[in-house]
């Protein structure tokens, strides 16, 4: 029996790569002549670079960048073995870096996201994979372009504030200093927003309340965004405010495609595309997969749907493990998933059901007993 095991991390417990291994433990308890392979799993979020780094031997390097208020900070990014940089922006960026009472998408900026960038492009990445889920910012990614060399400009040609209140006094772009090399790169951005820049399903009347923002502010910042996308119009004509996604990370979507010509790519599809799991899934005779809750989320797009669409495509069975089953669950068995089996074994405290060790313990036992069960039948 031929058996890929894909599991999305099990946050706040196990990676992915840990949750496969426990998995695979009870499977060889149950079918020791099972051929397994473990293969990360993640859906561009959180837990994305450890995943990739984690299944296909890479390493992770830690950097010195801004935090979205400007203060120094230490994140890591992840450099595959062909070269690539798997860069999370919320590990610079992000939303939880600040406290509540910090939080004011006027001022942060993604300043160090694209530190982060600068770093990796330095260290001779020409193909990069950004994560831009979960950021503190609305400034439509200028910080990070501006810590690549571009130069965003007031009337009286001094560089604009951080933060989306710099955008209201933007006049112009300059891409005199921009690095060279960012002519050379790719940037593929796992993407699962699809709010345009502006407007009432824009960044800023969406997604920028969970950021700190008021109703005036958030008059202000759409306004102010709209003012970037017309000066970068006058430099990318072709840059399209109401494209889907343009509106991801406060803008950041925006500012990747316009001026590095990113793609942005569900993050289920880049990530299945760049770890090669087509080839994987068509040797195995059954597909694993799960996630620390199952829900009615899960099916919608969320990486353990996407593992299983792409089994599905080749006729492959699919189940599932998971921590805790959730509200509307049952819609997973239409995302492809045949069947799906919680970890717990007994009434425990959340605290010990998400202790590491625990959980482990649990997913190798759950795996164990399915897998009797299975292999009455191969």
């Known amino acids: 029996m031929k058996l890929l095991i894909c599991m999305d991390s099990f946050k706040g417990s196990m990676t992915s790569m840990e949750a496969g291994n426990a998995c ?37 390097r830690s950097v010195t960048v801004s935090d979205p208020l400007g203060r120094p900070i230490t994140a890591q990014y992840g450099m595959l073995p062909d070269g690539t940089a798997v860069i999370e922006m919320a590990a610079a960026s992000g939303l939880p870096l600040l406290r509540p009472s910090k939080r004011d998408p006027m001022r942060t900026t993604t300043y160090g996201f694209g530190e982060m960038i600068r770093d990796a492009v330095g260290q001779g990445c020409r ?3 950004l994560g831009i889920g979960g950021s503190a910012t609305n400034d439509g990614g200028a910080g990070c372009l501006q810590a690549l ?11 604009i504030p951080p933060g989306a209140q710099g955008l209201a006094a933007l006049a112009a772009v300059s891409e005199e200093q921009v690095m060279p090399e960012l002519r050379e790169c790719s940037f593929y951005v796992a993407c699962d927003v699809t709010n345009p820049l502006c407007g009432e399903q824009g960044c800023s009347a969406v997604f920028a309340p969970q950021k700190g923002a008021d109703a005036a502010m958030i008059r202000e910042m759409d306004a102010a965004l709209r003012r970037y996308a017309g000066v970068t119009a006058g430099l990318h004509p072709d840059a399209e405010p109401d494209a889907p996604g343009a509106g991801a990370a406060g803008g950041l979507g925006f500012g990747l495609m316009a001026y590095l010509g990113a793609v942005l790519t569900p993050g289920v599809a880049l990530i299945l595309r760049e770890t090669g799991l087509a080839a994987a899934v068509q040797a195995a005779d059954m597909v694993i997969t799960g996630e620390g809750r199952l829900d009615a989320q899960t099916a919608m797009g969320k990486a353990p749907a996407g593992i299983a669409a792409l089994a599905g495509t080749y006729g492959k069975p699919v189940i599932a493990f998971c921590g805790a089953e959730g509200e509307g669950a049952a819609a997973c068995h239409a995302a492809g998933i045949a069947a799906y089996f919680p970890i717990l074994r007994r009434l425990e405290s959340q605290e010990e059901a998400l202790s590491p060790e625990r959980a482990r313990q649990n997913m190798t036992a759950a795996a164990e007993q399915v897998f009797r069960l299975i292999r009455l039948h191969f």
């Open 127 to 129: 193909k990069l994979i």
């Open 24 to 60: 695979a433990a009870g499977i060889r308890r149950a079918i020791p002549e099972a051929e397994i392979t473990v293969r990360p799993l993640a859906d561009g979020g959180e837990g994305t670079t450890e995943a990739l780094v984690a299944g296909l031997n890479g390493s992770l």
């Open 149 to 159: 060399g571009f130069a965003l400009l007031d009337a009286n040609g001094d560089p």
